[in-house]
């Protein structure tokens, strides 16, 4: 080819370049921005960790840019806090179809190790996180935080803050209504200026992803995670008020279709969780602490809770057919059971397990209908697995109720315990004292330890976490509540502690 043409050609193409560079597309604004830290930019949403096993875990961020592309994130694990000794690093590319979010399922880590995360984008540095993966086959101490109910519009999270301050946790479970889906002053007391985002309930893709984006710009929820890995499961409000496999109270025909939220609502929450992806979008899983703890983590929304009842008179209230966890989970939960080889079986519930008289309590029905009293079938089902395999050391834990609660299960004929039942406070939902005075809510408690001899604790008012402390010869279990909810505060109280020892179905 002569000089003169390349020439030519070279310079047609460079126009013809020029000519096919899209514009500019500036990142739309959900209305979170005024939450942005600019000095974290761009990874305004910090960073998260989750789902560790022996040698991996899930390392999360988002980043935000001012422009729609394609934009790679660099990410490092140092042993170090301060990332001078990088181990590993690589590079991912996220985009708009995930909302920007970054999660890696980093490989070949050691096992019970203290590890450092860092990302990098567009000349920026996100907060360096700190995560731990667990224990291979010893018997080595496991500590858990449990917490719930999160609703931003119902307080500060105290309560997260406190936790992120603790050093000897393995990780932090949350078992569900991780966000809320109201409008704002949808759902109880939101009289504070935490007002929710998008300014609707929320039904579409963008109404969620904006929802979490929200979420986790408080820097107590960033603080929480960048400290802590998380092992998390939904309840309802991931998606709508009282929600099961094909339906839920709070959504009505003018949402739209239902199944088209209920696959939004999943998509947001794999994107924004440090969840590790599969194809089925299933949650139920296994975490394993080496020998000590098995960890079950239950579905008991979406993989195959079925039609809910209004009345225990009403005629399918006891019907076969009308399922929590469904057939193929079921199946799956007492093969965990029976196969584990842990001392303790830490069973990650939604709602309460054990029967619960509430009749004198004014709720116009004997038991709580959304909680397993209202699944009697498949909930005899797992308590007569339990006795009769021999399942020990089982403790359950539950969340829902935004209250405190330590049940010893009992078994379906009453005459004997079959597991440990810890529930946990809300981090911030409402609870009964911000309904009622708190005399009458003393007064409840009262009805309710003299109707259900096999509960042994139960406190109504307080907000906060639990704390489980698990070794070879027994589990602690502690309360922890913070002092308020409307405004700042780092002060905490140990509110109740039982001791479970190992064989004994007993609070101590
Ligand atoms: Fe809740």
């Known amino acids: 080819m002569n000089s003169k043409l390349f020439?030519?050609?070279?310079?047609?193409?460079?126009?013809?370049?020029?000519?096919?560079?899209?514009?500019?597309?500036?990142?739309?604004?959900?209305?979170?921005?005024?939450?942005?830290?600019q000095a974290?930019?761009?990874?305004?949403?910090?960073?998260?960790?989750?789902?560790?096993?022996?040698?991996?875990?899930?390392?999360?961020?988002?980043?935000?840019?001012d422009n729609v592309s394609d934009i790679p994130v660099k990410w490092n694990i140092s042993t170090n806090a301060n990332m001078s000794n990088t181990i590993k690093s690589g590079t991912i590319t996220t985009n708009a179809t995930r909302d920007y979010t970054v999660?890696?399922?980093?490989?070949?880590?050691?096992?019970?190790?203290?590890?450092?995360?860092?990302?990098?984008?567009?000349?920026g540095q996100s907060i360096i996180g700190r995560t731990k993966t667990t224990a291979a086959d010893d018997k080595s101490p496991v500590k858990l935080a449990v917490v719930s109910c999160s609703n931003y519009e119902a307080g500060y999270y105290n309560a997260f803050a406190r936790i992120a301050e603790k050093d000897?946790?393995?990780?932090?479970?949350?078992?569900?209504?991780?966000?809320?889906?109201?409008?704002?002053?949808?759902?109880?007391?939101?009289?504070?200026?935490?007002?929710?985002?998008?300014?609707?309930?929320?039904t579409s893709l963008s109404d969620y992803r904006t929802r979490y984006a929200q979420y986790r710009l408080?820097?107590?929820?960033?603080?929480?995670?960048?400290?802590?890995?998380?092992?998390?499961?939904?309840?309802?409000?991931?998606?709508?008020?009282?929600?099961?496999?094909?339906?839920?109270?709070?959504?009505?025909?003018?949402?739209?279709?239902f199944m088209t939220r209920k696959e939004v609502a999943k998509q947001a929450y794999f994107e924004w969780l440090p969840v590790r992806d599969n194809a089925t979008k299933d949650i139920y899983r296994t975490v394993k602490f080496g020998n000590t703890v098995d960890l079950i983590m239950l579905d008991e929304r979406l993989a195959g809770r079925t039609y809910p009842v209004d009345s225990v008179s009403q005629s399918e209230f006891q019907a076969a057919d009308r399922t929590m966890?469904?057939?193929?989970?079921?199946?799956?939960?007492?093969?965990?059971?029976?196969?584990?080889?842990a001392t303790w079986k830490v069973i990650g519930n939604q709602v309460i397990f054990s029967p619960c008289d509430i009749s004198d309590l004014g709720f116009g029905s004997p038991v709580n209908l959304d909680a397993w009293d209202g699944y009697p079938y498949e909930r005899n089902q797992i308590s007569q697995f339990?006795?009769?395999?021999?399942?020990?050391?089982?403790?359950i834990t539950a969340g829902d109720t935004h209250s405190s609660w330590a049940f010893e299960v009992p078994s379906e004929d009453r005459k004997s315990t079959i597991a440990i039942e810890i529930g946990t406070p809300s981090i911030t939902s409402a609870n009964s004292d911000e309904r009622t005075a708190v005399e009458e809510v003393l007064q409840a408690e009262k009805v309710l330890s003299a109707k259900n001899p096999h509960l042994k604790y139960t406190d109504l008012r307080n907000h906060g976490y639990v704390v489980l402390s698990l070794t070879e010869a027994e589990t602690m279990v502690e309360w922890y509540y913070v002092d308020k909810l409307n405004a700042p505060s780092d002060k905490e109280v140990l509110g109740k502690k039982y001791v479970v020892k190992n064989g004994v179905n007993q609070l101590q």
């Open 168 to 202: 000897d946790l393995n990780a932090v479970v949350h078992l569900g209504d991780y966000i809320y889906e109201y409008q704002p002053g949808g759902y109880g007391d939101s009289s504070l200026d935490r007002k929710h985002l998008p300014a609707r309930e929320i």
């Open 7 to 37: 020439f030519l050609l070279c310079a047609l193409s460079f126009f013809m370049a020029c000519a096919e560079q899209k514009p500019l597309i500036p990142l739309s604004d959900d209305g979170t921005s005024v939450f942005y830290d």
């Open 325 to 341: 966890l469904g057939a193929e989970q079921l199946a799956w939960f007492k093969n965990e059971l029976t196969t584990s080889d």
């Open 386 to 395: 339990l006795a009769n395999e021999k399942i020990e050391n089982v403790i």
């Open 103 to 123: 999660k890696v399922d980093v490989q070949d880590l050691a096992a019970n190790t203290t590890y450092y995360y860092q990302f990098e984008a567009l000349n």
């Open 40 to 65: 974290k930019k761009p990874f305004y949403h910090g960073v998260a960790s989750g789902d560790p096993l022996t040698s991996s875990v899930i390392i999360w961020t988002r980043v935000t840019p």
């Open 218 to 257: 408080d820097k107590d929820f960033q603080k929480v995670h960048q400290m802590h890995p998380f092992i998390t499961i939904w309840d309802d409000h991931e998606v709508a008020n009282n929600v099961y496999k094909a339906g839920a109270q709070n959504h009505q025909p003018e949402d739209g279709d």
